[in-house]
């Protein structure tokens, strides 16, 4: 009983952990119109895996920052998302090589898993219609 007890409170104390947002450091972003994001980043795996899962909104002014130790085929999924993104991948000099826009929550399993088919360094996620709100476009530099 005693060892239930203890493996209840584990995932009691998981639970509210994941539901509430981290302590993760951020960073401007800057926008090419100028518009700057505060961005939490992302740097270890743990980090990564949870990035926005459990979160219920984000500022519109806000957005996450995944650094990855080296390029690689850095592919994203919307599992426990509950808000729509738009997810922006680029290359390891911070400009833009790949946009999903609006990508919805995962309702169900399997996820559909998205990113492109080359190697990228850093992942940007952010709300659904920053992208177009802002301008951005492959090809565009992205300063943090």
């Given at each position: 009983m005693a060892k239930?007890?203890?493996?209840?409170?584990?995932?009691?104390?998981?639970?509210?952990?994941y539901g509430h947002e981290t302590s993760l450091s951020t960073v401007?972003?800057?926008?090419?119109?100028?518009?700057?994001?505060?961005?939490?980043?992302?740097?270890?795996?743990?980090?990564?895996?949870r990035g926005l899962m459990f979160r219920t909104s984000l500022p519109e002014d806000h957005g996450m920052l995944f650094i990855f130790d080296r390029p690689g085929p850095n592919?994203?999924?919307?599992k426990n998302t509950f808000?729509?993104?738009?997810?922006?991948w680029m290359d390891d000099r911070k400009r833009i090589i790949h946009i999903e826009y609006q990508v919805p929550p995962c309702?169900?399993?399997?996820?559909?898993?998205?990113g492109p088919s080359t190697d990228s360094h850093y992942?940007?996620?952010?709300?659904?219609?920053?992208?177009?709100?802002?301008?951005?476009?492959?090809?565009?530099p992205l300063r943090f």
């Open positions: 239930f007890l203890v493996l209840i409170g584990l995932v009691a104390t998981a639970a509210l952990t401007p972003l800057i926008l090419p119109d100028g518009k700057t994001l505060q961005v939490e980043i992302a740097r270890t795996p743990m980090e990564r895996n592919q994203f999924w919307m808000i729509p993104l738009d997810i922006i309702k169900g399993d399997p996820c559909p898993v998205y992942v940007l996620e952010v709300n659904a219609g920053v992208v177009h709100k802002r301008g951005l476009r492959v090809g565009i």
